[in-house]
C-alpha cells in the first residue's frame, strides 16, 4: 500500500512540476501518469444517514407464480414471488400474465398491488386494450417495491435451481429479454428513471471471494443472456482512486426509483387508470370486484392472502446517505454495496451472500448494521 502511495506522490510532483514548466528537470525514471476515471469522493459518514430502510423479498423456491385460477366467478392471475429480482423482471413477468388475463378480451382488469409488479402488470393490460383499476392497500413511494436497491439484477433469490419447473430458464430468459427491451423506453427522459452506471467492486490483497449459499442452490440464469448484458472486466487498480489490491468494473442499469415509480404512476393514470384503495383478507373477497379478470400482484402480502406458505421473506436493509449527484458510480466493498441513486446513495451491507435475510421477516431498522457498512465504505474512502 505505502508502495502506491509512493508511487501516486512520484506522479502527482512530476505533474507539479509539468505545470510549472520544469518537467525537464523531474527524474527521468518517472513514468507519466495514466488517464483515471474522474471519482467523486463519496461522503461517508454516518452523520449523513438520512434514513434507515428495511424490505423483504418475497421469494418462492419455484420461482414466482404466474399461474391463473378460478375464484367464483373471477378469472384470477397471479404475478407475485420474484425474490430480488421485482423490477428487473416486471415487464417481462407483465407480458406472461397479460396475455393470460387477456384470453378471454375481457373490456376491463382489476389489479391488486401497486408495487412494481402491480404498475407494470397495469400498464402492460391498458396497452394490451384494457381499461384498468389498481386495488391496493399501500400505493407505490409506501409499498415494499419502493426499498428496493434499484439495480438490474434478474437472477437475484429468483428461485433454487433444483426446484424449478424444466421450462422454467427458458421462461425466465424471455422474461428477461422482455424487460430489457422495455427498460431502453426508459433512457435518456428527463429525470432520469433509468440510466447507466459503472460499478467498482473493490478487494483487499488475500480476498477469498465468498457465496454462502448455505446449502441452498440459487438459480443463476444470467448465461442466458450474455449476448445482452455487459461483461465485467478486471482492471489495474492504479488506474482508479482506490488503494486496493484488485478492481473490477462492470455497466450496470439503475432504476432511480423515485423518479421511475413517479413516471409509471403517471404513465399509467395518464392512460385513463384508475387507482382505488382497498385491503382484500382472503381471495375470495375479490368476488366484490366487478371486473371479471383480475391480476394478483401482491407480493409478500400474497403469502396470507393466498395462504401460499412457499413465500420465504428475505429481510433486505439499506442506509441512505444524501444525494451527491457528483457520484456517478457504485461501488462493493468489504460486503458493502453502494449504489448513488438521484434519491439518495444507497448503503447496503451484502455479507453473507444470497443467504443473508433468508427466513427473517423482521422489518424493524437494525441502525447499527447500516452504521457499520458506512464506517467500511469511510475505511475505504479515507485512504484516496
Ligand atoms: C433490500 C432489497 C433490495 C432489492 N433490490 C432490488 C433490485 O435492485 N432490483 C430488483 O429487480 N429487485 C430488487 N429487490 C426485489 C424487489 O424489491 C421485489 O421483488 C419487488 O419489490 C416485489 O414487488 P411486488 O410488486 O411484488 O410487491 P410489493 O412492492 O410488496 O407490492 C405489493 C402490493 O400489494 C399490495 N397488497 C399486498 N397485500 C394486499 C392485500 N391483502 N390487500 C390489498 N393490497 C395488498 C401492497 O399494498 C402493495 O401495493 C429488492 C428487494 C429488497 C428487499
Redesign the pocket.
Known sequence: MRGALDRRRLIQGSASLAALGLAGCAATAVAPPRPKPALAPIRADVSRLFDIT?????FRAAGPRLDAEQVGSKLVVH????????????WGSAHVVVAKAMASSPKEIAV????????TAAITAQQAGAQVTI??????P?????????????T?RIALESKVAADFPALWEEMARTSWRTYRRYLGLPGNPVEWRDKYSLFDAGHVPSHASGGLDFADFTDRIGDITPASEDIAPDTTPFLVASVRRTSLLQ?NIADYAHTLMMDFLSAGGRFAH????TLGEVSRLKEKVVIN??????R??CKDESIVP?????GWLIPQPEVDYGLYYDGVNV?SRRDGIVV?MLEGGDMR?YGDANETIDRAESEEAVRRIASLTARI
Request: glycine letters at 18%; proline letters at 3%; charged letters at 15%.
Open positions: 428495511v424490505c423483504l423479498r418475497p404475478n407475485y414471488g420474484h425474490g430480488g429480482s421485482g423490477w428487473s423482471l416486471s391488486i398491488g401497486c408495487g412494481a409488479l402491480g404498475l386495488y391496493a392497500r399501500e400505493m407505490l409506501d409499498t415494499r417495491s419502493a426499498r428496493a436497491t434499484g439495480t438490474w439484477s434478474p437475484s432504476f382497498a385491503e382484500f383478507h400482484c401482491t407480493g409478500y402480502g400474497a396470507e392472502l428475505v429481510r433486505g436493509q439499506i449504489v447496503q435475510g
